[in-house]
């Protein structure tokens, strides 16, 4: 159970008595706080040979298997603690929590450590067992005071039964040893809304949301709260923030119907208006004589495409000419004069609408394009829309592109390589991160961007090279321009990757969580030798680790350069949900058509313990899913931050799966080069050539001639 909580008046005290004793309902194992682990000489080469086989068949995806040679493991030698420990954590993956419980009863017979007593507690805490979990994690708590996830299932339990002054007294204990675990706010704004605090309430999930952006559980949760206290409009913020970041949900859409409209006058459900305020002052436009030029899509979707819009205001800094794709000169516009492009209708054929002042007005059924007169002119253009994903407001270099593309206005932006690797740098990576991680990330951006334009070619079906969405690589133009972006696009000009002579493929993402995944162990991803899975620096482990090492590492904050620090967010590293299995259930049983879901199993991992594969199971049929970004988006409300993560199933009184409890590392699919690794590369004295090194081995650097170009 992940909480069965009643309303009540939590009790304003300064100072704690004694916790509360629950009375055992059943007789607590006889634990040996002096007994040892079996010595690693004992084990024989048979037993090694199991214990390798174990391991190989969980990550591989054959957990059943994996459980039998466990279980062969321990027949040969009884005191074999890795070989306990290891089946307990697959078994609970497999729902098995009574087998899962007595296998960890019998790695505390052979160690009774803090975390294995944890462990168990938590077992039998998911079991119902609340008297037995309670001595569990006193035990622990008695050989390690600091350890935090025992003191959150001593919460737990005193949630269970009602008793929030105790549970918020653990959570604290638990916050002290481990401040970034987002569960502990988020269990505390869960007590303080059964009470009917809900000012306090709101503050926990808000602290949530801050400290995680991506936990939209707890984000919803923060809605619903504003509209039970009628703050209708920061409810209405807080589901639009959610459906801006591509997670809508028809059950908010209802809920925000029935918000009394005069709350939400004027405000972001109301289509947004065209404001002209003077363009900042901005340098020059970098060199770009003999420089590639790309096509980049403006305004795409989360898969690249144009997105759905009917009209585009746009204006310039200079005087500019408007010309079709057949060369003839439509109009002539002056500086900073506002132009609007709208969709027009003549019967079956959708055309260009193009007005501007005095009294420009003509149609076109060609594509358009806008051609500044000054070369280091900036034009803006908005795209106003009801719904906050779909607003457009972009200042950028070039020349700009209108046309129709499936009935809707499709934009791109024609702009020379430099000065787009100038506008990506920062909207991908801080613009406060050590400058030799950002240098590596400018040889990547131009590396991609020409790699997706000359090989790949994956929007040529759209009519452009890349697109500006996570989908390429994020463009934001003139916004994301500054002195330093400048400085380490000038010191890389003309940089690139190469494998055996050809543009290498320099993907990335935002942080690993500790090791990279290998390219080749995705489905689908194919086997390209750069892309090689490694260690992020720290404690050196032997990878693939055990199930058991697994769950630990991820539930720590071990050293990495990836790891938290004053230029990486924690939440980027390790980050927890807690997701309702009714919402998954009926998202999963939309999307994947398998009836009320009944379990959910990760099979297959890489080395780096990202999940590969995951077995959904319903009451109408099961499904595989094997795609990286699908796994990702189909379980929780919102996208998980990554496929490196370890989950517990909890159930309600009547034993019902409730809840899905994860716990994760990294952000993103973890292949190619580690954002947040190149970060702490740098800082510890590493320069660009190196970090791209230790991520792309065999790559090299190449400086491209723009002179022959010219």
Known sequence: MLFILVIGQLLNCKSFASPPKIALSQTSP?????SLPAPRSNITPKIQDLLNQAQALYYKGNLSAAVQSYREATQKAPRLLEAWLNGAVILETLGREKEAKKWYQKASSVNPSSDIETALGWCELRLGQLSLAQAAFNRAISENSKNSYAHLGMSRIYIDNHNFPWALHELKSA????????LIPFYEGEIYQREKRLGKAADFYQKVVSADSYFVEAQEKLARVYLKEGQYLKAVSEFERING?????????????????????????SPSHFYHWLMPVFSKPLPSTGVPVLRIGIGTDHLGRPEKRSLVAFYVTSGFTLKDSTGKTLAHGNSNQIWLVRLSHRGRKTLLAISGPPNARFDSAYPLTIFPEDPNALIKLESPSRLPQLILAKVLRGEIEFSVFQKNIRIVNTIDLENYTQGVVAAEMPIRSPVEALKAQAVLVRSEALFLKKIWRRHKKQGYDLCDREHCQVYSGVHAESALARRVVEETKGEILTYHGRIAHGIYSADCGGHTQSGEELSGWGKIPYWKGIADGGKKRNWPLSPWDLNQWLLSWPEAFCAPSSNVDPSHYRWSRVISIKSLSQKISKKLRIGPLRSVIPLKRSVSGNVNSVLFIGSRGRAIVRDELKIRNLLG?????????????????????EFLVFHGGGWGHGVGMCQSGAMGRARAGQNYKQIIQAYFPGVKIKKLDYLKNK
């Open 30 to 34: 006889n634990h040996s706080l002096h």
């Open 175 to 182: 916050a002290k040893s481990n401040p970034h675990l987002t």
């Open 245 to 269: 970041s591509g997670m809508g949900n028809s059950k908010w859409k209802k809920i925000l119907n029935l918000i009394p409209s005069q709350a939400v006058h004027g405000f972001a459900l």
């Open 637 to 657: 409300i919102g996208p998980l931050r990554s496929t490196l993560f370890v989950f517990n199933t909890e159930y309600d009184k009547k034993g019902r799966p």
